[in-house]
């Protein structure tokens, strides 16, 4: 039945996003132009010219015959209680835990939670403590406590409550269930003996430093929670992105991290399905990919939680180090690897050497990495010349190769109709602009793929002017990479050389020889709209 409402407007848009919460706020923005605190996030969309309005709920959607606007949504002021209808092509819900898209959808999060209880206060910590102003992990026999720092100069700290403080704590009033999830469930003559508990722990594992808490804004105990829903998405119309899909418990610091990749990753996709540059099929590989991410996330968030609070665990300080550790791949990227799909190559290179320090692998994020810009003899964070506009990058390693007669053969591709520099595109395309992650040029809008060319030779000796067509056309993305180090770095043998393609998130898709253009063209061909016209006018 069709949704009907009173005094309501009939919008139309592409994106309906469900939730201005982080992973809200990152799909809107990676949309829109194709940051740390929502006050930021809001600057950026607002400049841009879109409103965030946060005094409206969905109530419910559903999918309908309309053949452009599938999917009719139902929108209420909390205010006034006027309601509109949304139609939209798609919809993305990161309303959280329990929101309605889950529950219209009717997928619930499969979660388990687990004896594991904790203490957590926000509140001002006068210490002489050094670190208190880093996150700090500090295990005792005494207990485990967490010390985070707050915006304004304040503190979060954290403990795990030990069975006999549990049934201490549930003696002190009649039995009641606890909800296994982040929620107040102490009275406030129960505050004050958690709060005991938690000066006790944290004077205890200070010791030889001291810590007193000056103001207690909040406290409370919950129990360990991890989850995670059966599909991200639905009909490849509705996705479900952040605390929507998956939740798992703050030891980690996870929760931001993972939220605002699962919205990257989505957005740059469908972003270029809406300009009907990719074929709408590729927004199924959002599912694969981060339901395997937040399925290691919970596994480790389970693992980390239970041997960070648990005293018998003090001792085996090196497989802690090893959880410990995992949990910076989490929040880089740098440790996660998506399974071979149609947006990432399954062929295995045996150019790259798997034993450097960073080996490029498909699937894996692209290591930050920096070299000198030829053209003006900058060191340059190389990370930082990649914008975050909806673009593959084709990175040549060229090493020592720029004269050889493989450097060569890979310009003749890349000038050539065939180059996936120019393949997608319709209409005149300018010679590149330079610009970086901050600075877009509005005459590299149209491309979907833009390139780097690193080599080994000094940036002195090598004239831009004189590299082959259509290299000079790119004069700003041309860098030297003195000694090699940066190749070597990443696998790559500067005498051989090679050709990498890295998504628009920041992952590698497929790792070709000098020689490879033809691979990379076929490779992109199988899920890039091809146009039936060719572009014309420069490169």
């Not at 132009?33 to 559903?62: K, M, S």
């Not at 802690?320 to 990432?344: C, D, M, R, S, W």
Request: charge should be negative.
């Amino acid at each position: 039945m069709a949704l009907k409402a009173s005094f309501t407007e009939d919008i139309a848009v592409d994106v309906l996003i469900v939730g201005a919460g982080p992973a809200g706020f990152i799909a809107a923005v990676t949309l829109a132009r194709y940051g740390e605190t929502e006050r930021v996030l809001d600057q950026d969309l607002n400049a841009q010219g879109h409103v965030i309005d946060r005094p409206t709920q969905l109530l419910h959607f559903e999918y309908t015959d309309d053949t452009e606007y599938p999917i009719h949504a139902l929108v209420k002021h909390k205010f006034s209680n006027a309601t509109s209808i949304y139609r939209c092509k798609y919809l993305v819900g990161s309303d959280g835990a329990g929101g309605v898209t889950c529950r219209v959808l009717d997928i619930p999060i499969e979660s388990s939670s687990h004896d594991d209880v904790w203490v957590v206060a926000d509140m001002e910590l006068e210490s002489d403590f050094p670190d208190v102003r880093r996150r700090s992990l500090i295990r005792s026999r005494y207990g485990a406590i967490i010390i985070t720092p707050n915006v304004g100069g304040g503190n979060r700290v954290y403990t795990q409550l030990s069975p006999k403080e549990l049934a201490d704590l549930a003696a002190m009033d009649e039995p009641q269930s606890m909800r296994p999830e982040r929620h107040l469930i102490a009275t406030d003559w129960k505050d004050l003996a958690l709060l005991n508990i938690l000066k006790s722990r944290l004077e205890e594992n200070l010791k030889p430093y001291t810590g007193i808490f000056k103001n207690i804004l909040w406290i409370s105990q919950y129990r360990v929670k991890q989850g995670i829903i059966k599909e991200f998405f639905d009909r490849n119309s509705v996705f479900v992105v952040g605390d929507a899909c998956h939740v798992h418990s703050p030891k980690a610091a996870q929760g931001l991290n993972i939220s605002m990749m699962d919205s990257y990753n989505l957005t740059w996709k469908l972003a270029l399905v809406l300009q009907g540059k990719m074929r709408p099929e590729m927004l199924e590989t959002y599912n694969t990919e981060r339901r395997k991410i937040a399925q290691e996330l919970i596994e480790f968030d389970t693992k980390y939680s239970h041997i960070f609070g648990k005293k018998e665990f003090l001792d085996n300080n090196e497989e802690f180090h090893e959880v410990y550790g995992k949990a910076h791949g989490f929040t880089t990227g740098i440790g996660l690897q998506y399974l071979p799909n149609q947006l990432i190559s399954s062929s295995v290179n045996p150019l790259i050497n798997m034993a450097s320090l960073n080996p490029l692998t498909p699937g894996k994020r692209l290591p930050p990495f920096t070299a000198v810009r030829h053209i003006d003899g900058t060191p340059i964070a190389m990370l930082s010349e990649m914008p975050t506009f909806g673009r593959f990058h084709l990175i040549i390693f060229a090493g020592t190769a720029l004269r050889s007669a493989r450097f060569e053969s890979c310009a003749t591709n890349l000038g050539s109709t065939s180059s996936v520099l120019t393949r997608y595109l319709l209409g005149t395309i300018h010679i590149w602009a330079p610009e970086n992650i901050r600075h877009a040029k509005p005459t590299n809008t149209g491309r979907v793929i833009d390139l780097f060319l690193l080599h080994t030779e000094s940036h002195h000796t090598i004239e831009l002017a004189a590299l082959p067509t259509p290299l000079p056309d790119w004069k700003h993305r041309v860098y030297a990479d003195k000694l090699g180090k940066t190749h070597k770095a990443n696998g790559v043998d500067p005498d051989i050389g090679a050709m990498v393609l890295v998504r628009p998130g920041g992952y590698v898709a497929l790792i070709t020889d000098l020689e490879g253009g033809a691979q990379v063209t076929q490779f992109m061909d199988t899920f890039m709209v091809v146009p039936e016209c060719g572009t014309s006018n420069g490169v």
